[in-house]
């Protein structure tokens, strides 16, 4: 999954320099002039990051509208870019990152990198991967019960039990990670459920290699689709 990019500037030679090295790193770029159409096409549109030129007019009041404005551009990793003497204190816009005009590519490529890791992070955290594979739940009184697997997240998991398992019980879940020889042990707690049979399981404590492969596998499956 390709994600998006925006950058405001009219310097077009530093534009050239950041479409390529945001292409390389597999992100669509939307160049804009002006800050108030900027701001306009980012509150009817997806954008997971903002590099801003603070050299170009109008970026005062583009940073005020952006941190006063709507909930879907305060999430957006916000990068500022522009001559030393020139750029504003990262506090005062809200940034994240930022880097000097005229760019270095190394040091350009490190803090874009920096703000694809961070965006990654957080869908990854959240995104829920479908899976139709057997689990095993373990109770505290040693009752074993099999069950399910619906989804999974890096947080926990959704399964379909057997009539008859005291949900309130359970300590343990094992499964097999599909496509992997990793099988996947944690001790969990109940978040919810319902009375069809499903339950929402968190994830209490996992071994960290278990979770850096969980972690991967679902990155693979994110871009997969």
Avoid at 102 to 119: D, G, H
Avoid at 136 to 149: D, I, N, P, W
Wanted: hydrophobic share 40%.
């Amino acid at each position: 999954m390709t994600l998006s990019s925006m950058v405001v500037s009219r310097d077009w030679q530093e534009v050239s320099v950041l479409e390529c090295i945001l292409g390389s790193l597999h992100m669509d770029v939307a160049v804009e002039s002006e800050p108030q159409r900027a701001l306009e096409r980012i509150t009817k549109s997806k954008i997971d990051a903002l590099i801003v030129d603070c050299d170009l007019n109008g970026t005062g009041q583009f940073f005020r509208e952006l941190r006063q404005g709507a909930p879907r551009v305060s999430t957006v990793p916000l990068v500022i870019m522009g001559c030393p003497q020139g750029r504003p204190d990262m506090d005062s816009t809200g940034a994240m990152f930022a880097f000097e005009k005229p760019i270095s590519v190394e040091q350009a490529v490190r803090t874009l990198s920096a703000a694809r890791n961070m965006i990654l992070d957080g869908r990854l955290r959240y995104h829920r991967a479908g899976v139709d594979v057997a689990v095993t739940l373990k109770g505290r009184r040693q009752k074993h019960s099999g069950a399910q697997l619906i989804n999974l997240s890096q947080g926990g998991v959704q399964v379909r039990v057997d009539k008859g398992f005291d949900v309130s019980d359970l300590s343990r879940a094992s499964f097999a990670l599909p496509g992997t020889d990793c099988e996947v042990k944690a001790d969990v707690e109940v978040a919810w459920s319902d009375q069809r049979g499903n339950v929402g399981i968190r994830f209490v404590k996992i071994a960290e290699p278990m979770q850096n492969t969980l972690r991967v596998w679902l990155a693979q499956q994110y871009f997969a689709n």
